[in-house]
T-cell receptor, first 114, second 114 residues
């Protein structure tokens, strides 16, 4: 079945450091890929998405490129801020599936220190 | 903005109690979801509803039931709470069962069963 593997956390960075959170997936066909973010005390919210190979999703300075050849969707940000401290979830949606078939990774806790 | 409201942020219940978790969304979304969030396991789907009175089991339905009598409200029921149901519960909604509409999450209910 479909699966998502994220790099284990927690990740601790200093402000203005470069961020990469790795995400790889296993799925049949061409799934849609998502990054969700969960700020402390809140539910998840969509950060960015990509629906086909080589698409780049971007939002709030974060980027991720859908790489079919490496089955990856790594999240990057050039200069993190304290306000980026959160848990980040990679997720995929099967091309055959309904909304229920959204598979989440285990989440990566990011802490940014001033 | 879509608002998904979960009635309680924190709940403490005793083993064997019947527990109701309530969720309301204000955007006339067809789909509603209950997830459970545990450290290292990410989000796991408990139940999904795609219309009033319609429901489907997710990946971990055992020990849970749901009710959707009105479009805007989706309730999760623990018939007889057990300590292994101590967790964070997240409700979500989305507008349709096609394409890549994002899920909109509530802020979660942290349930402790003693």
């Amino acid at each position: 079945g479909d699966s998502v593997t994220q790099m284990e956390g927690p990740v601790t960075l200093s402000e203005e450091a470069f961020l990469t959170i790795n995400c790889t997936y296993t799925a049949t066909g061409y799934p849609s890929l998502f990054w969700y973010v969960q700020y402390p005390g809140e539910g998840l919210q969509l950060l960015l998405k990509a629906t086909k190979a080589d698409d780049k999703g971007s939002n709030k300075g974060f980027e991720a490129t859908y790489r079919k050849e490496t089955t990856s969707f790594h999240l990057e940000k050039g200069s993190v801020q304290v306000s980026d401290s959160a848990v980040y979830f990679c997720a995929l949606k099967s091309p055959r599936g309904s909304a229920r078939q959204l598979t989440f990774g285990s989440g990566t806790q990011l802490t940014v220190l001033p | 903005d879509v608002k998904v409201t979960q009635s309680s942020r924190y709940l403490v219940k005793r083993t064997g109690e019947k527990v109701f978790l309530e969720c309301v969304q204000d955007m006339d979304h067809e789909n509603m979801f209950w997830y459970r969030q545990d450290p290292g396991l990410g989000l796991r789907l408990i139940y999904f509803s795609y219309d009033v009175k319609m429901k489907e089991k997710g990946d971990i339905p055992e020990g849970y039931s749901v009710s959707r009598e009105k479009k805007e409200r989706f309730s999760l029921i623990l018939e007889s709470a057990s300590t292994n149901q101590t967790s964070m519960y997240l409700c979500a909604s989305s507008p349709d069962d096609r394409g890549n509409s994002p899920l909109h999450f509530g802020n979660g209910t942290r349930l402790t069963v003693t």
